[in-house]
């Protein structure tokens, strides 16, 4: 016989303790998942739900995605509280948490480039818009880490490729 262990996954607030600790990630409030930029999120069109807010059904109208969107982004506008809710106890938004710190630190010490960590930046020509890279290199790139677990970066890494469902983020980053 033998017995199943279960694995020990830290809670957010452990994993972000070790990694303030270890000077991973360094605590600022104008950096992601904080709360001031949850309110600069707050009503407006971001990487992660540009692909809702352009999708479109073959006939050409709005898909049902894109409907969503707009309702919850009025709903914000109005409230100033966001539609998407605290999502930060999923255990996929943990792995992210821990895996992208781990992932810039990584970047940085394998190409030798600083990666400035930065909140949402606003849209230069676009009111109500904006995006949250994970980092920003020099002068002219953005960074853009995805974490995802195990099997589907197995899948990711067969492909070889950036996988479509990230493509809109990338660009309008």
């Known amino acids: 016989m ?10 957010q607030e452990e994993a ?5 600790h270890y000077e991973i990630i360094v605590d600022d409030e104008q950096l992601q998942r904080t709360e001031k930029w949850m309110q600069d999120r707050c009503g ?4 992660s739900r540009v692909k809702d807010a ?7 109208e709005r898909s ?7 309702g919850k982004i009025v709903a914000e506008r109005l409230t100033c509280i966001s539609a998407d809710g605290d999502i930060s106890n999923l255990r996929s938004v943990q792995h992210g948490i821990v895996t992208e710190s781990l ?6 010490k394998s190409t030798g480039k600083k990666v400035q ?6 849209h230069p020509t676009l009111p109500m818009c904006g995006a949250s ?3 920003l290199l020099d002068d002219d790139a953005v960074l853009e880490i995805k974490c995802p677990n195990s099997a589907t970066h197995i899948e990711y890494l067969k492909g070889n490729c950036i996988p479509d469902e990230y493509h809109e983020q990338t660009l309008w980053q």
Request: hydrophobic share 45%.
């Open 103 to 108: 992932a810039v630190e990584a970047f940085e």
């Open 117 to 122: 960590l930065v909140g949402l930046i606003d």
């Open 16 to 20: 972000l303790a070790l990694l303030r």
């Open 44 to 47: 407006k069109i971001t990487g």
């Open 54 to 60: 352009i999708s479109k059904l073959k006939s050409g």
């Open 2 to 11: 033998f017995e199943l262990i279960e694995p020990q996954i830290p809670s």
């Open 133 to 135: 890279p994970d980092g």
């Open 64 to 70: 049902k995605a894109a409907k969503t969107l707009k």
